[in-house]
């Protein structure tokens, strides 16, 4: 069982920019990118560092109002949701989509330290 998790999820990155990750004895020195140190998503310790399970996600849409539901032992640090499974927007409550063709929604979530979700995909008809 690991002693401690350290994670970086979605780490913001030009063309051409550099990463560097210096790994010690006693664990992960920072992050450090062409723009500064980077800091991690999420750092477990203890029983906590051995869940590398994602959340649980589901969507559920009436008429033309959605929901996403995110559930995990750990928490939830975030719930992203797409239209075109491209550029994502934080989820932070129900919201309207608008009626008159098929809108496909896809959701992932993050739970509280660092696990990622399977991606979620539901088309909504209204």
């Given at each position: 069982m690991p002693l401690s998790v350290t994670r970086y999820?979605?780490?913001?990155?030009?063309?051409?920019?550099?990463?560097?990750?210096?790994?010690?004895?006693?664990?992960?020195?920072?992050?450090r990118g062409g723009r500064g140190v980077i800091p991690p998503t999420a750092v477990a310790t203890g029983a906590a560092a051995a869940d590398r399970t994602g959340p649980?996600?589901?969507?559920?849409?009436?008429?033309?109002?959605v929901t996403i539901v995110a559930n995990d032992p750990s928490g939830i640090m975030q719930i992203l949701y797409s239209f075109d499974?491209?550029?994502?927007?934080r989820y932070v409550g129900p919201f309207e989509i608008t009626c008159g063709q098929d809108i496909v929604v896809t959701v992932f979530a993050?739970?509280?330290?660092?696990?990622?979700?399977?991606?979620?995909?539901?088309?909504?008809r209204c």
């Open positions: 999820n979605d780490i913001p990155q030009e063309t051409g920019e550099w990463l560097s990750l210096a790994l010690c004895v006693s664990g992960p020195q920072a992050l649980e996600v589901a969507i559920s849409a009436t008429g033309n109002l499974m491209r550029y994502y927007s993050d739970d509280a330290i660092g696990n990622r979700s399977s991606p979620q995909s539901t088309t909504v």
